[in-house]
């Protein structure tokens, strides 16, 4: 499956049995319930796109969403028909914890931002076995607090975060674990487990609950499931998912009401039930009659109320199953619980390379817990959403010309692996890349359907564009696809022609959409806007520009020359199986030959600086180049290719004879064996010149990995007039200092991982071609000379060093957090965030961002220079228990 041969496990059996159509689908059920749907794109109905207004946090638990659903610790089927998830409450709070509570894009001094801790701490491929923890205060949770210090400060104040109020003090809050483990493939037990870590006997209320996606008010679908009440057991029935029954040990009390909107609160007009949404929350909150007596509904929840000591743990035992005798929760579901975590640390130790230190391999399990629980389900028919449903009123006239409106044609309902479960609720493109890569480890199958999914006709644009993300499909993310299909295959053994062919024929018409729509001049320098890189630049890289201008940039064309040399060697692979590909793999290497001439000879290299940059150019000939030492004038080093003996026979006369003729230059023979040959951007003299900049550790090389920005501008920041207007970019090691792109993102000075990972790859493609041949001086200026594998593994020690603990027991992804730093029930619980600090390695952006974030798992599974005793990968575990 991966690179290395693992043994065959009960999970890999498992794997196997999901995957081959037949009745054991054992991830037919998984945690595909979002942790937000609120403030999301598809549940905006507004005329301005003001996403986080229409629906806010406060009218979340009253409104029925038409897409999608969230909850903590949820879990549901692989259509979304039901959910199952966790709410909370300690007894002062205003509201039930139903959901994660955080900051609109608005409100946050650096953008949206939730104010919670909870983490991912276990997870098979198949969610055979999981393990969810959230830390709850047991003090009032201070919603009005974290929004008005929030709002209060400026971009150049730390955020406000709920660690800050307080509320954590004397160790006052609960400790909620929640395990799953899976009996059968439709057989599910929950265990939660909770803690008091206070000084004090505190009481909890515990609601596990069950509803159904509201599918039915719409007006497109006018079938109603139900859930009712037996005895204390909660019966569902919908003719599409079948008859399930969640049982709960002792005598919990049934709540029941409605997946309805509560119209009342949120419009002031009459309800059409008068057990909305909102009421099992208003009846355990404030007592009121807003819960069915006859003990029906489409939402219900099994309440507990649990009296802990202090330092004392409950235990509360559940199962969801089909109906079929008496629910075990006793020697079987302890049985289940025990057999399937056994199972999920047979799983990782044969996962996890011999030597990998305890640390590491913690790392590693969290890392890939995390990607796996960002699985969600993800509904969105845009033409649907543009007209609206027949059951409502007709959406402004202004959304068919506004948000999305030139991609009727998508219609997405899948299974989809997440940026970030809360701040980033909904598929990018590129970001998904890089989650494969990582997903190939451990279930190469889904990755694979990832891949291909988003060059399917409901995804695809019909000009051959990929979406980017709901907030804008038509906004330009790197090509980073065809790469990140080569990583599927190598991880997966490099067997599957089927997929290669697959994903090679739909990416075809993408190739074309970005030679025809970002090359406009047709001069092999390309465009393409922000390219996910958000403010990297002096301005919006994706805003028109002054009449006569044009951006010609330096990343843009490295993605380009990266992309062709992918679908160069792609298509000599399948030349094995078919030499009509041949033609293929001349094409694209004639494409990656012609945009690397141009970008080494019309401008993109600067001689002087021995850097790229990008350039404006205008239509009278002027040329000015934007002198900016960051990432963009990196990327040229990914676009690199060895062909080796066995593929170069086939082409030898075909692609190296012309491009020996052509562009002697873009082929350098290796002096001592002449089975090898690279193809790249950067020729060798370039290549020493440009990491002399990039390895500096007073430009680019930090402690934890490669800096967005060079730290050079921290004292020499760039200056530009563009249309009348003083432009400016510094280094920024931290939060943004810009309002551009919301303030929520910064590319200008932290590290962040998807360039890392392919900096370290494209360091170690180098050092296969050229080996010893070649060195560099690393750190640049320390007088030592290594190879570019060695500097590659310097560079992943960095970067995998941000999670572990250093010399002195800290993490430097806590930064300066001491209750992270020092505190045992923290310590271990290992937040993989968007982008780190430049400087400290402090995690900073979105908080769960374990999707490209994951690439950490990679580093650690490429390390080859372990000598520490391997060890299982360890799991913070739930305590010992009494049962309530």
Known sequence: MAQQQHPVTAEHARLAAAHDGGEQDWAAWGPYLSERAWGTVREDYSA?????????????????????EEGLAGVCDRDQTW?????????????????????????????????????????????????????????????????QQNRARGKDDPEYELVDTGIFDEGRFWAVTVDYAKAGPTDLCMRVTVRNHGPEEATLHVLPTLWFRNTWAWGRDPYRPEIRAEDHRLVAVHHGSGPLVLAGDGTPEPLFCENETNLQRLYGVANTTPFP???????????????????????????????????????????????????????GFAWTMQAREEEADEYYRALTPAGTSADEARVLRQALAGLLWSKQYYAYDVREWLDGDPA????????????????????????????????????????LAFHTAVLAHVDPRFAKDQLLLMANERY???????????????????????????????????TDTDFLERIFHKLIANFTWWLNRKDPDGNNLFEGGFLGLDNIGL??????????????????????????????????????????????????????????????????????????YDRLRTDDGRVLELKVRSMV???????????????????????????????????????TDERRHVLSLIRPDRLVRVLGTVLDEAEFLSPHGLRSMSAWHRDHPLHVQLGGNDLSVDYEPGESHTVMFGGNSNWRGPVWFPLNYLAVQALRTFEHEYGARLTVEHPTGSGRQRRLGEVADDLSRRLVSVFCDDAQGRRPVFGDCELFQTDPAWHDLIPFHEYFHGDTGAGLGAGHQTGWTALVANLILQRGDRTATPRPAAVPQAEPVARP
């Open 48 to 68: 301005t796109g003001e996403a986080w207004d229409f629906l806010p946090h406060d009218a979340a638990r009253s409104k029925a969403y038409r897409w999608n």
């Open 83 to 147: 959910c199952l998830a966790l709410a909370l409450w300690n007894g002062v709070d205003p509201i039930l914890k139903e959901r994660v509570f955080g900051l609109a894009g608005p409100e946050g001094n650096h953008g949206e931002d939730a104010k919670e801790y909870w983490w991912y701490l276990d997870s098979t491929p198949t969610h055979s076995w999981m393990r969810w923890r959230y830390h709850y205060p047991q003090r009032e949770f201070p919603y009005t607090d974290l929004v």
């Open 277 to 331: 949404k909102d009421g099992i929350n208003d009846r355990i909150v404030h007592g009121a009659a807003t819960v069915n007596p006859d003990g029906t509904g489409t939402r219900a929840a099994l309440h507990y109320t649990v009296t802990v000591p202090a330092g004392g743990s409950r235990e509360i035992r559940l199962r969801l199953s089909r109906p079929s005798g008496e629910p075990d929760l006793a020697g």
């Open 392 to 431: 409502g009123p007709p959406p402004p006239p202004e959304r068919q010309r506004g948000r999305n409106s030139g991609w009727k044609h998508v219609i997405n309902a899948d299974v989809i692996s997440m940026p970030d479960t809360w701040e980033y609720p909904w598929y990018a493109a590129w970001d």
């Open 460 to 494: 695809m644009h019909p000009n051959g564009q990929l979406p980017a993300y709901e907030w804008a499909f038509g906004d330009v993310n790197p090509p980073v696809h065809a790469w990140a299909a080569l990583e599927v295959f190598r991880i997966d053994g490099g």
């Open 539 to 612: 301005f919006d890289r994706s805003a028109p520009l002054p009449s006569g201008v044009h951006l010609e940039q330096a990343d843009s064309t490295a993605w380009m020359v990266m992309y062709a040399l992918d679908m160069f060697r792609m298509a000599l692979v399948l030349a094995e199986h078919d030499p009509t590909y041949e033609d293929m793999a001349i094409k694209f290497a004639r494409h990656a030959i012609t945009i690397t001439i141009t970008a080494n000879q019309l401008g993109l290299w600067d001689e002087e600086d021995g850097f790229y």
């Open 633 to 671: 004038g990196v990327v040229p080093l990914f676009a690199v290719a060895v062909v080796g003996e066995r593929r170069l026979a086939q082409l030898r006369h075909l692609v190296l004879t012309w491009a020996r003729e052509h562009a002697p230059e873009m082929v350098e023979v290796v002096e």
